[in-house]
DNA sequence: ATGGTAGAGTGTCTA
């Protein structure tokens, strides 16, 4: 089975570009943030014509999170026991859907961005991500990928410029404290050990020609529990996704599995 | 400190 993650920053104009996508990589699931759509506005007879469900969550122009499977989409759940909210309207609930995928629980997570280290925002990532780890830790014991754009990166190789970060999100200490939260719980980053290397990203502004240059970030995730890791067998970034004309500013993460 | 680009949708907001 291959499980992919991708911050499509927007479904709808870049829906040719999915599609191609799974067509190219054979994918079987196909975890989705920044739909920015609600459910009722996706294009979705691409997909089903090609055997897949979809299952979406989504309020606002900004958010909404999706999951694409051709291998079973059931009790899917629209975020996440706790999980806070912020502001008026509450936006949360477009930022986690779980499903169950051929026998694997599929989390899409889009991790609130936190915006300034002195931004209510900011607080309410680090809560977002505590709850999270709260009712992850009742998951662990599954076959369970927490994936999506976590916006945090986790190690100084993860960011094109460290010293250029220092006072910003995605890097401080209680950000990276509350990642490694999972990874002290069990649950691996199944990427990374196929992946290595500095200068490897997943993210690229799109300001700058920040892709040009390969000036990026590592934000996106595939945090995979015990009994999932151990059924990985590959994964890849598909930077070249990233080039050209209508790009994302986000790569998608592609991992094989093979459960027992 | 600011600005640069892109996508939502017409006013700015978000990243």
Redesign the pocket.
Known sequence: MRIATW?V??????IDRVEAFLDRHDVDVLALQ?T???EE?LPLMGLTSRGYEVAAAGVN???GVAIISRVGLEDVEVGFPGMPTF?EPPVAESRAIGATCGGVRVWSLYV????KVDDP?YVYKLEWLARLRESAQGWVDTPTALVG?W?VAPRDEDVFDILAFAGSTHVTAPERAAFQGFIDDGYDDVVRPHTPGPEVYTYW?????RYERNRGLRIDFVLGSPSFAAGVTGAFIDRDERAG?????HAPVVVDLDLP
Do not use: C, V
């Not at 920053?9 to 870049?14: E, I, Q």
């Open positions: 911050n920053n927007s479904l709808r104009s870049r920044e920015k759509a609600r506005q122009q900004w958010n502001g609130p961005n936190g915006r925002h754009d916006n502004d799109y300001f700058r020609q004309k209508g790009a994302s500013d």
